[in-house]
């Protein structure tokens, strides 16, 4: 269920990672934070409210600083395979940036690929950077792209998607996340927020 949700996070729900950013005291701490974080997202998802007695709702709110402390520390084994590296901005409200790198030759080799396929022809690891809105109401999220590029080259949407849908995937997702489109939020959570630095689940 911790790959679920850090795949939301991370799709939420996608800037190479600093060693000594990485390494610093203070990104520990933020890790730790993100970590407790997430075990109370978790642990409400699994405790059923009490017999005819509706549990209040619970907010949690997280820093962009402390995901990205998580990201390079302790939820790393949460990422999909092929991801490097991400970092995650919460510019709000509604909005964030994504920085990581990517394995094309995962996307690639997900199925099979004609000559007219774009992604036939695309391969190696490549940095990626999107500009998105992310935004959750009544247990549906919805997660739409701005712009986005590989090494600087702006992205056609059709090839986004793909890279959305296989990086996405989980098995709470099996068709990944199809962007502007809704999707049920993972873990109970009801409504999501994003403010500049910070976002806020209630669940």
Known sequence: MVKHAAR????????HQSAVWAQAPSASRDSEKMDRALAAI??????PPAKGKP???LRTTFTDTELN?????????QLPPGMVG????????????????????AVRKSRERGWLDPFAYLN????ISI?????????????????????????PKVLLQELITYYSKSPQFPDGVTLA????????VRDLTIQRGSATVVQ
Do not use: Y
């Not at 978790?42 to 405790?47: E, H």
């Not at 998105?132 to 992205?155: H, T």
């Open 8 to 15: 939301f996070i991370v799709v939420l729900a996608m800037a």
């Open 42 to 47: 978790l642990v409400r998802a699994a405790t």
């Open 55 to 57: 549990a209040p709702a």
């Open 69 to 77: 402390a998580w990201l390079a520390g302790g939820g790393k084994d």
């Open 86 to 105: 991400p970092r995650v901005t919460f510019t709000g409200p509604s909005t964030l940036t994504f920085k990581g790198v990517v394995d094309l030759d």
């Open 124 to 127: 190696g690891f490549m940095q």
């Open 131 to 155: 500009v998105a809105s992310l935004s959750g109401k009544a247990g549906q999220g919805i997660f739409d792209v701005e712009s986005a590029s590989l090494n600087n080259v702006p992205v």
């Open 181 to 188: 489109k809704p999707f049920p939020l993972p873990a109970g």
